[in-house]
């Protein structure tokens, strides 16, 4: 049982999902989905931490049929709690990943505000369920909730430069989404 790192992580939340609308927050989450399983499906947030969530909480009540990932970093998660009894009240066919490596790589490697289990706190504002993992297999022995499903994976911090930005302008990207998820 080794820990991921973040790309590892992105690549097997693809592969467990893959029939899912994908939201990914801004900075290198969005440049790692880019770079390891880029498809019309993504949407990318770029520039806009904290609100990856929000966005996939209004997709998932925009097209209900479809199952909607959110991954989130453990900064821009922090950034934006208030939305977690939003997504519980509402009750999407959401997964809400957490990507925690414990750095905002994006910006330096600065160390974001600790919040200590994001899986009680997702519990406690009223998600279905709510899950903290370690390794890779037990992302693929989990089974999401009849409402929002909260994953909360531990990675191990980049330590590296991500791969190349999203090319795609912001209106390619919500064109292209908009057709795949119609």
């Known amino acids: 049982m080794t820990t991921p790192g973040i ?7 693809t592969r467990r999902f893959p029939a899912a609308l994908t939201v990914s927050t801004c900075g290198f989450i969005t440049r790692d989905l880019y770079n390891v399983a880029d498809r019309p499906q993504n949407f990318y947030l770029v520039g806009s931490m904290g609100m990856a969530a929000p ?15 959110v991954l989130d970093g453990d900064g821009s998660f922090a950034m934006n709690l208030s939305v977690l009894p939003m997504l519980a009240e509402h009750r999407p066919n959401l997964v809400h990943v957490v990507l925690d490596n414990g750095v905002h790589e994006s910006t330096g490697g600065q160390r974001p505000v600790h919040v200590g289990d994001p899986a009680g706190l997702a519990l406690a504002a009223g998600y279905a369920a709510a899950y903290t993992i370690d390794s890779l297999d037990a992302l693929e022995a989990l089974t999401p909730a ?11 911090p980049r330590g590296k430069s991500a ?11 919500v064109a292209r989404f908009a057709e795949a998820a119609a």
């Open 55 to 69: 966005v996939g909480l209004g997709i998932a009540l925009a097209v209900p049929g479809r199952q909607v990932v």
């Open 146 to 156: 009849d409402g929002p499903t909260l994953v909360h994976i531990r990675c191990t």
């Open 163 to 173: 791969g190349a930005r999203v090319r795609w302008t912001p209106q390619q990207i």
């Open 7 to 13: 790309t590892e992580a992105i690549l097997a939340v």
